[in-house]
C-alpha cells in the first residue's frame, strides 16, 4: 500500500550532491530512527544534480520504500537551493533537514520532534564539538559565525548549521521569502516564532569528501553577510569619510609649508605610496558595492531558484498544482 504523502506527519528533507558512498547508508540509519517514533513520515531526498550513481541508488530504494521522495534537479544549484526545494515539497507538520553525510546524527532528530511537542516551531542543532573536520575550517567557522552576529541585528545562533526541525507554519513562511542568494539558516531565525536548540556532536563524515570546496564556502559566507547586513557598505563609507578628512587635513598642511616655508617637497615616493594605498582601498570598496550590485541583479533577473528533471514518489492527486 502506497503511504500518502499527503498524511505524513514527519517530512526529513535530505539533501545530497555526489553522496553515492553514504546514501544508502544514510537512508538505512534514517528509516530504522523514523520507525521508533510511531508516527508517519516522508523522506524527500533532493539530488542536486549529483555525476555520480547516487541517483541509480536513490531510485532503488524509492522502489521499494513507497515514504522515500526524489526531487531530481537538472543541475547542480547548491546545497541552500536544495533545502528550499525540499521545503517546497515537504508535506509534513513537522520538517526536519539533515545533511546526507551522517554528520548530523539522526537520532538527535528525536530529540527535535520531543521539543516540537512541547510546543516549539523551530528546533536548530547546536554543534558541541565538532570531529573529523580540518582545524582551518573549525577556526574559519568559528570566527565566522562570530562576525557575522557582530555585524546583523538578526540573532543568527552560533554553532549551528541547517540540521533543525521546523513547523509547517515557519516552513510556509519561509517558502514565500522568495530570494535567490539562500542563506537558509539565517532566514529561519529572521522569521522569528519560539526557537530552541538541541545540543549534539557532530561526528566526522561516513563517507566521501566535503561538497563545500574553499570557493563555495566563501560564496556562502558571503551570501550571510550580505543578506541580513549592510553594515560593509556603511563601513566603506566610513572609510572614505575618514580617508577624505585626512586627505584634506594633509591637504592644509602642504599648503601650509608651501606658502610659508621654504622647504621644498622632494617626496615622489610617498605621492606614489598615497596614490597606490587610496586606488586599492578604492578598489576594495568597489568591490564590495560589486558584491551587493550582482545580487540585486540575480533578484532582478526573477529566475527560477531551481529546475526540477523529475519528481519521484509523487503520484499528483486530481486537481493538484504546485508553485
Ligand atoms: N550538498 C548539496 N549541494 C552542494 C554541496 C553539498 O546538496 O552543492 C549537500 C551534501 O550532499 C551534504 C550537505 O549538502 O548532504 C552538506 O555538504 P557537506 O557535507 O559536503 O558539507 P560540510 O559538512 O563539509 O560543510
Ligand atoms: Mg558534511
Excluded at 27 to 39: H, T
Excluded at 199 to 216: C, H, I, N, Q, W
Excluded at 246 to 260: A, N
Aim: glycine residues 8%; positive net charge; charged residues 25%.
Amino acid at each position: 500500500m502506497v503511504v500518502n504523502a499527503v498524511n505524513a506527519k514527519y517530512s526529513v528533507i535530505i539533501p545530497m550532491y555526489n553522496e553515492e558512498q553514504v546514501i544508502a547508508h544514510t537512508y538505512e540509519r534514517l528509516s530504522k530512527v523514523m520507525d521508533c517514533c510511531g508516527d508517519t513520515y516522508e523522506l524527500v531526498f533532493v539530488n542536486d544534480g549529483s555525476r555520480d550513481r547516487t541517483m541509480t541508488i536513490m531510485r532503488e530504494i524509492a522502489d521499494r520504500d513507497p515514504r522515500v521522495k526524489i526531487i531530481d534537479f537538472s543541475r547542480n544549484f547548491g546545497h541552500q537551493v536544495a533545502i528550499t526545494a525540499g521545503m517546497d515539497y515537504a508535506r509534513g507538520e513537522a520538517i526536519v533537514v539533515i545533511d546526507a553525510d551522517l554528520q548530523d546524527p539522526p537520532e538527535v532528530i528525536l530529540e527535535m520532534i520531543a521539543k516540537w511537542k512541547q510546543g516549539y516551531e523551530v528546533v536548530y542543532g547546536k554543534r558541541l564539538k565538532r570531529h573529523g573536520e580540518t582545524a582551518f575550517k573549525k577556526v574559519t567557522a568559528k570566527l565566522y559565525y562570530r562576525l557575522l552576529s557582530s555585524m546583523t541585528s538578526v540573532d543568527i545562533p552560533t554553532d549551528t548549521g541547517d540540521f533543525r526541525l521546523i513547523d509547517r507554519k515557519v516552513a510556509d513562511v519561509l517558502r514565500g521569502l522568495k530570494e535567490k542568494n539562500r542563506y537558509v539558516r539565517g532566514l529561519v531565525s529572521w522569521v522569528g516564532f519560539q526557537q530552541t536548540s538541541v545540543e549534539y556532536v557532530r561526528e566526522e563524515r561516513f563517507a566521501g569528501e566535503t561538497k563545500y570546496p574553499l570557493k563555495k564556502m566563501l560564496r556562502f559566507a558571503l551570501d550571510g553577510i550580505t543578506s541580513f547586513s549592510h553594515k560593509p557598505l556603511k563601513i566603506a563609507s566610513y572609510i572614505g569619510f575618514a580617508l577624505s578628512l585626512s586627505s584634506f587635513l594633509y591637504l592644509f598642511f602642504v599648503l601650509f609649508q608651501k606658502l610659508f616655508t621654504s622647504r621644498t617637497v622632494p617626496g615622489w615616493a610617498s605621492i606614489v605610496g598615497v596614490n597606490l594605498l587610496f586606488n586599492g582601498i578604492m578598489l576594495m570598496l568597489l568591490g564590495v558595492i560589486g558584491e551587493y550590485i550582482g545580487r540585486i541583479y540575480d533578484e532582478a533577473k526573477g529566475r527560477p531558484l531551481y529546475i526540477v528533471r523529475q519528481e519521484t514518489g509523487y503520484a499528483r492527486l486530481p486537481g493538484e498544482e504546485r508553485e
